[in-house]
């Protein structure tokens, strides 16, 4: 995605005009904490609105409007601060609401669409944002000049007030009416903040989401209240493709609290008083299933597949100079392939949504990445217009690009169809687990040659996977070419004078895939960057300063390099049995670099101890939360890197909850050090980069404390052992 | 079957088989929604919940083996010194960021400090570990409760 990322200017207006017909009349029906809802309804009519963002009433309470969802990236409070930055209010008292569903209003101008992901959330709002806060200020000082009949540019805006250039002053809950009857000038052509004057962005911020998250009142979709709610267990086919073949409704039904057993196609759920009767009613039902198509279906099926995908030529992602001739030239020749697992989400907060339809609309609480898909989604299947279908979004409990999917929400609609009144769906883990939508298996094969000086003279990189671009953005999905499979891969940061990358499309049967935190670029810097520190050690180079001699044309991606080996102590010594690995990575509109210090026991346990990580995103708007991505994410791909595999026996899979499909504990946490160049660039994103970073490091760590390479993930701990 | 169990200091009654958890009790019977469903076998610690001051798990803890026990959820624990104290290291350090595992962590981190006012590292991780946060907020928790520690310290 990172190749799309210029907003138009047209997109840009396009944005700011659809805003700007958001009436102050409008009254929004939120799910929101407690202390994150606004007065609204008493200031409905009487509000400044002059775009979508922003609300300010008689009181001067100011609600800002969040275009993209907050699922622990730290969004809320970064977009906030972009817009306070330019209209000049205190973070501190601003109220948030959630968005509606609505792509005229909030499309994210890089997704096209109200979509939450790929990073994107700054770098698409950086400049709307900017200039949605820079036109309700422009308007609040015209307002305020116009009254003491003094120029505008001798007035200025702080802290929710306007001062003319002598003593006076009036509060901007004093010039709404005014404001609002000035015509709203081209967003284009508001001054915007020159970097140099920003008080907020650049400044480590407090979270605006923290204080209901450390007291339960924080509402999530799965704790949405209303009366007459029943509460809805559900059993999905355990093989893919499978269908019902028998219910005991009977015994079901029996249970106490239990009022309905509803059976579709590929699942059952019960309908009771509260969750724990519907479970055990689920239990009752003794339910049996015809396994389907993909009964005997393993996972070297899978593998078998890919490795024969790879072998086929495939869509062309980048070809550069002469990769296969100057292969035939190489004074030393790898070839070597690489091979990843299926992956699953598992959000902490489990797959859940809340329904209520009704002959003429269907309401849905719950928490998305992706508002308005569902909302279209839910409309076409129960065949209501779009506007009657609500959708009030909440707070995620996780993301991780699990909730850009509407196939639970789908599900819970199609139970709800039978359901008289609101019923809440809630998957248990194991259904949560076992039918996730998973990130691609995939396996990859390469071939470098170097030349006498020990520079790689050619590079060629095949990938075959799963297309989730394909199913998601078909249109994005061009000559067999899925951009995200080769992202990362396609343009590495090092000189490749020779360089071409394939993409072989190879869909698994009957499973699910989707995007996975990271997407692509996880895979592609793993792979990329366990090779280039192979060719360091095959030409007996440091592998930081082998790394160095390829980035001649890349200066911050040097820069990130030198920091973190600078930061970690990079050829200082370590204890026996410990190593530093270090890797690279240019993605999402930035860079990174991070070096892990890894110790390997005797019986092949990996301990990873420390992780040094230096970060160029271009401007930062709030830099606790860099650091926060940055201890979060690799967390995040390092639990991946050690445990993460979805295995699949008789089309079902194997794994069911946190005991088989292991996360990282506290106990195993590595220190994590966050070091971040000051850059004047374009924002990066950043909720991803840092998933993406770690397990080279690591996997490049146990190379050099034990000799031994990593091709596979997770790491086989019984192929370390000494 | 009615039950009644003191929760948060009021006295609750609910009509629900005796098996049933008391994660579903607060959440479905009562609205008490703070208190969040994680794996439902105790593995990840997104439940937690004191029982006279101890932590536990209340997806596996069925509601007829409470008796008179005093229950204590994410809602009630500021009241508590260390509840408090958590809390507000909590905002001080900026440790959430999804927040779903939040209320199940300082549940988990109040009974920490009700019976060891000065934990080690160790400590924290041996009590720490069963509480799942895939966001990964692990060393902020961590220096939350060390800084939530000396903060009580230095009050005593």
Same mark, same amino acid.
């Given at each position: 995605m990172s190749k799309s990322t210029s907003i138009s200017s047209l997109d840009r207006r396009h944005l700011l005009k659809g805003a700007?017909?958001?009436?102050?009349g409008l009254v929004l029906r939120l799910a929101l904490p407690p202390v994150m809802r606004p007065a609204w309804a008493a200031t409905a009519g009487q509000s400044f609105a002059p775009n979508a963002f922003i609300h300010i009433d008689r009181a001067g309470a100011v609600t800002l409007v969040m275009p993209m969802v907050e699922m622990g990236q730290g969004v809320y409070t970064a977009l906030s601060m972009i817009i306070a930055e330019e209209l000049e209010v205190d973070l501190a008292k601003v109220r948030l609401e959630h968005a509606p569903p609505n792509d005229a209003l909030y499309a994210n101008a890089i997704l096209h669409i109200q979509t939450t992901g790929l990073s994107s959330s700054v770098r698409a709002f950086w400049t709307p944002l900017r200039q949605a806060g820079a036109v309700a200020r422009t308007l609040l000082i015209a307002a305020a000049a116009k009254r003491w009949g003094?120029?505008?540019?001798?007035c200025r805006a702080d802290r929710g007030t306007v001062y003319d250039a002598g003593s006076r002053y009036l509060p901007y809950g004093a010039l709404i009416e005014a404001a609002s009857a000035l015509p709203i000038p081209n967003p284009d052509e508001v001054a915007l903040k020159q970097p140099k004057d920003?008080?907020?962005?650049g400044m480590p911020a407090r979270r605006l989401d923290s204080p209901d998250k450390v007291n339960g009142k924080a509402e999530f979709g799965i704790d949405v209240k209303m009366p007459g709610l029943k509460f809805a267990a559900i059993a999905i086919s355990?093989?893919?493709g499978g269908k019902v073949k028998s219910v005991n409704e009977a015994a079901s039904l029996a249970v106490k609290g239990v009022r309905q057993v509803v059976r579709i196609d590929n699942a059952v759920a019960v309908i009771a008083d509260h969750t724990w009767a519907a479970k055990k009613g689920l239990q009752a039902a003794q339910i049996q299933w015809?396994?389907?198509?993909?009964?005997?279906?393993t996972n070297d099926d899978i593998f078998r597949q890919l490795e024969e995908g790879s072998n086929q030529s495939g869509a062309v992602a980048r070809n550069q100079g002469d990769a296969d001739g100057a292969l035939a030239k190489a004074t030393q020749r790898f070839d070597v392939t690489y091979q990843l697992p299926f992956l699953a989400?598992?959000?902490?907060?489990p797959m859940n949504c809340t329904v209520h339809l009704r002959k003429d609309s269907c309401e849905l609480w719950l928490g998305t990445q992706a508002p308005t898909l569902t909302q279209r989604l839910v409309a076409e299947l129960t065949g209501?217009?779009?506007?009657?279908v609500k959708l009030h979004n909440h707070l995620l409990?996780?993301?991780?690009?699990?909730?850009?999917?509407?196939d639970g929400t789908l599900l819970a609609v199609k139970i709800a169809q039978h359901v008289n009144g609101p019923v809440k769906i809630i998957w248990s883990r194991e259904e949560d687990i076992q039918h996730d939508m998973y990130r691609p298996a995939y396996y990859d094969r390469l071939s470098v040659g170097l030349d006498e000086t020990g520079k790689p003279l050619a590079w060629i990189h095949r990938v075959a996977g799963s297309s989730v671009v394909a199913r998601?953005?078909?249109?994005?999905?061009?000559?067999?070419?899925?951009f995200d499979a080769v992202e990362g891969a396609a343009s590495p940061p090092y000189d490749l004078p020779n360089i071409h990358v394939e993409y072989v499309r190879v869909e698994p049967p009957g499973i699910p895939t989707a995007f996975w935190r990271g997407v692509g670029v996880v895979k592609n810097v793993f792979i990329v960057e366990s090779l280039i520190d192979d060719l360091a050690a095959a030409v007996e180079q440091d592998p930081v300063s082998y790394r160095r001699s390829l980035l001649g044309q890349n200066p911050r991606a040097l820069g990130v390099l030198n920091l973190a080996a600078e930061r970690s102590g990079w050829g200082q010594p370590l204890s026996a049995g410990s190593a530093r690995g270090i890797s690279l990575q240019s993605a999402f509109g930035g860079f990174m670099s991070l070096v892990a210090e890894v110790e390997v026991t005797p019986n092949g346990m990996v301990k990873v101890h420390r992780l040094v990580c230096a970060v160029d995103?271009? #401007?930062?708007?709030n830099p606790d939360t860099i650091a926060a991505q940055v201890e979060g994410g690799t967390m995040f791909g390092l639990t991946a890197a050690l445990y993460g595999a979805i295995t699949l026996k008789n089309g079902r899979v194997q794994q069911s909850n946190f005991n088989d499909y292991r996360p990282m504990r506290m106990y195993e946490a590595p220190r994590i050090e966050t070091y971040i160049v000051k850059s004047a660039e374009a924002p990066g994103g950043f909720g991803e980069a840092p998933c993406a970073i770690v397990a080279p490091a690591v996997t490049n760590a146990i190379f050099a404390a034990t000799g031994k390479r990593i091709r596979?993930?997770?790491?086989?701990p019984l192929l370390l052992k000494s | 079957m009615a039950t009644t169990i003191k929760i948060n200091g009021v006295n609750r009654t609910v009509d629900v088989d005796?098996?049933?958890?008391l994660l579903w009790v607060l959440?479905?019977?009562?609205?008490?929604?703070g208190t969040k469903f994680g794996c439902? #076998?105790?593995?990840?610690?997104?439940c937690t919940v004191h029982i006279e001051r101890t932590p536990r798990?209340?997806?596996?803890?069925? #509601?007829?083996? #409470?008796?008179h026990g005093a229950v204590t959820t994410i809602e009630a624990i500021g009241a508590t010194q260390q509840g408090k104290a958590l809390q507000k290291a909590w905002l001080d350090l900026d440790v959430?960021?999804?927040?779903?595992c939040q209320s199940g962590q300082i549940m988990s981190a109040a009974a920490l400090l009700m019976t060891n006012p000065n934990p080690s590292d160790a400590d924290v991780d041996a009590v720490m570990s069963g509480n799942v946060c895939r966001c990964g907020t692990y060393q902020r928790i961590r220096a939350a409760i060390h800084k939530a520690a000396a903060r009580e310290r230095e009050d005593v």
């Open positions: 700007a017909t958001f009436g102050g003094v120029a505008p540019e001798t920003f008080t907020l962005i355990p093989a893919f015809d396994s389907g198509p993909n009964a005997t279906l989400h598992a959000a902490m907060e209501l217009p779009k506007d009657a409990g996780g993301g991780f690009g699990r909730r850009l999917e509407a998601y953005v078909p249109p994005l999905f061009q000559n067999g070419l899925d995103c271009g #401007i930062v708007v596979t993930l997770p790491i086989d | 005796g098996d049933t958890p959440r479905d019977v009562l609205g008490m929604t439902g #076998i105790a593995l990840c610690g997104a798990r209340s997806c596996i803890t069925p #509601i007829s083996s #409470i008796g959430v960021q999804c927040g779903y």
